[in-house]
């Protein structure tokens, strides 16, 4: 279980909550929970999402900073330490390529949330609707302004990371979660006042009890959750080996899970807000149409709506960098202890890797399109790597890893770890069935439902 001296290590317990939770929340928070909110029935969803982060990704949470804090290592490092001889390392080199290839069409999207802050900050994006979402066509038809826009995103993550754990990564993390939570309640403060606010928060607030037997609700609620808390791609398991042993783990991630959650629940008081203040505003719309067509509508005809565009897509620029950061990392972390590598060296291969990765997200909007997902807007190629990544990739790498800590490793050394130096933990024995039982048939049924519906 050696470690490499340049590692690097988190100066402080709120350090690390802050930036673990830099990690959780992105893109899945303020663009992915409300569209799911949406297409599950408003808040039937919410309760099914907020069961699923109690009971089966808070446990999780805990169980990947054990594995990383106990062995000082990346996801590979890590399940190769405590399984030795075996190919349980294959699990933690899942999470490696799923924060390549996450961070690939990430990258992309983020750029575009980028050019936003200035194209609704000046009134570029105004017009009828078939005019935004002209707009937005050709402005990610042009593959060589998406590449340019990652490869903007992927250097500003390359230039934190360099700064290594505290200097790079906390420091950063410190400064952008609370600009990131002050800009979502300014942002909801002014949506809830919007005429026809009411309606939207009525919808989002009241649930529909028949939607709670849909076993599509809770599949996607919890893929929702996995994504939404950076479960299963390795960023926690990675932040986790950063995590000074004298400091709880138990308490670290309820105030992560809680943080995340409280900030994926206030976008749902922008969103739908906003989305109910325009009239025929469809709540199931999805991707790129809600944040990049629908709301760009509304900014465009409200009073002082540049200032309010352009402070929402700075939230999301903000939000979207928290997470390219740890997506970085992983692969990052597994350089600098497996190859041995400079954290300079190794945060500079993988930054170019990735960004020629992100080239065919890029181009795949114009014309060389490989697949077409949604009508006029040629998507499909980006559409099909968050498919893959994200509805497959993640929910196996959290599945792995919840049947590794139970009863690989064994919930008798996870117990250790928690609990070390005299740490609170809660309800060990709820613990350990959650772990051993739950967790993985959970996963493994969003998994055969997702197959389902693909036949």
């Excluded at 809770?218 to 995590?243: D, E, R, V, W």
């Excluded at 138990?250 to 959650?261: K, P, Q």
């Excluded at 807000?273 to 009239?279: E, L, N, Q, R």
């Excluded at 008798?412 to 039982?437: K, N, Q, S, V, Y």
């Amino acid at each position: 279980m050696s470690t490499t001296p340049s590692r690097g290590m988190w100066s402080s317990r709120a350090g690390f909550i802050l930036a673990a939770a830099g990690s959780a929340v992105g893109l899945g928070n303020i663009w992915g929970f409300p569209t799911q909110v949406g297409q599950g029935g408003g808040a039937a969803f919410v309760v099914v999402y907020l069961a699923c982060i109690l009971l089966i990704c808070a446990p999780i949470m805990a169980g990947e900073i054990a594995l990383g804090r106990r062995t000082r290592l990346s996801p590979v490092g890590s399940f190769a330490a405590l399984a030795p001889g075996t190919r349980w390392w294959l699990a933690g080199g899942l999470g490696v390529l799923a924060g390549v290839g996450i961070l690939s069409f990430y990258s992309v999207i983020a750029g575009w949330a980028v050019a936003y802050v200035w194209f609704t900050a000046t009134g570029a994006v105004t017009g009828s609707p078939e005019d935004i979402g002209r707009f937005f066509a050709e402005f990610t038809g042009n593959g060589v302004l998406s590449a340019g826009l990652a490869l903007f995103v992927i250097v500003t993550t390359a230039a934190v990371l360099l700064g290594g754990v505290r200097a790079g990564i906390e420091r950063v993390t410190k400064a952008l979660m609370p600009l990131l939570v002050l800009l979502m309640i300014g942002l909801a403060v002014r949506a809830v006042t919007l005429p026809g606010a009411g309606a939207g928060l009525a919808y989002y607030l009241s649930p529909d009890l028949t939607r709670l037997a849909d076993i599509t609700v809770f599949t996607s609620a919890l893929g929702q959750a996995f994504f939404s808390l950076s479960l299963g791609m390795g960023c926690i398991l990675t932040y986790g080996s950063y995590f000074p042993r004298q400091d709880g783990i138990a308490s670290s991630a309820l105030w992560i899970v809680a943080l995340d959650t409280s900030i994926a629940l206030l976008a749902g008081f922008i969103i739908f807000p906003v989305g109910f203040s325009i009239a025929g505003f469809d709540p199931t719309t999805s991707g790129p149409g809600l944040i990049f067509t629908v709301l760009p509508r509304l900014f465009a005809e409200l009073p002082g709506g540049q200032l309010f565009g352009g402070g929402f897509f700075l939230l999301l620029s903000v939000a979207a960098l928290t997470s390219t950061i740890s997506l970085l990392e992983v692969p990052v972390s597994h350089c600098v202890d497996a190859l041995r590598w400079s954290r300079t060296k190794a945060v500079c291969a993988v930054a170019a890797l990735i960004f020629v990765l992100s080239i065919p997200s890029a181009l795949g909007n114009g014309a060389v399109a490989l697949f077409t997902a949604v009508p006029g807007f040629g998507i499909g190629f980006l559409d099909l790597m968050v498919n893959a990544w994200n509805e497959f990739a993640l929910p196996i790498g959290g599945c792995l890893t919840a049947i590794f800590i139970g009863r690989i490793w064994g919930v008798g050394g996870a117990l250790d770890e928690l609990r070390a130096e005299g740490a609170w933990f809660p309800a060990p024995a709820l613990w350990t069935f959650l772990i051993r039982w739950i967790c993985p048939a959970a996963i493994a049924l969003i998994l055969l439902v997702t197959l389902a519906s693909m036949l």
